[in-house]
């Protein structure tokens, strides 16, 4: 029978592995997606739209899908989705391997401020100017809600949902970016501190080279911790190896 592979997916990470996956002869591909984005693209292999009903719901469905292998290749800050596919694994007995890009790390002239939560972001706040470019995604704003003595340029790809901070502009735009581009973007809406989660890859790191130019502070909201006794691997030739389909 051939292997099948369930991909937990959203990220760009994941889209390159359903490819790799699919070029594989004899290698089934199901990627799953919780439905969030408006259009997602296409996708080599089988799609899902939608969630599971938690971490039995999803033991469930392996089960039943007669899936061979997880890959949790979600966005770094899906902690429930990753906690309930390390659960659904361990009860099913699958290999499970979790694909996460390296976060960014911060060089020598840059003015990060590290904290754990997007409360905490709003806490902090305080501490800077009144112009705030929020770049944490659509969902969350509610922690910067009460913060009615700030403006708020709020950049998604998805149009954000309520409540959010009462002077808010909405961006709507999709990485990537360049430094030029967000530079100019800084600037024309005279922004005075950055306010991101820790995703790190390429496509919106512009944002953070773009800061550190302009001399801007930047409060970033660490990653959530894995589940214990789960270890993330990096990039895409990681999977293939842990899953022992380094050959095509």
Known sequence: MSPHVLILGGTTEARELAAALAARPGVRVTTSLAGRVARPGVLDGEVRIGGFGGAAGLADWLREQHVDAVVDATHPFAAAITENAA???????MPAVVLRRPGWRAGPADRWHMVASLPDAADVLSGYGRRVFLTTGRLGL???AGLTDRHFLVRSVEPPEPPMPPATQVLLARGPFTVADESALLREHRIDVLVTKDSGGEATAAKLTAARELGLPVVVVRRPPLP?????????AGVLERLGLNSP
């Open 87 to 93: 659960r659904a694994a361990a009860v099913t007995g």
């Open 142 to 144: 509610a922690a910067f």
């Open 228 to 236: 214990e006794g789960v270890r993330a691997v990096v990039d895409v």
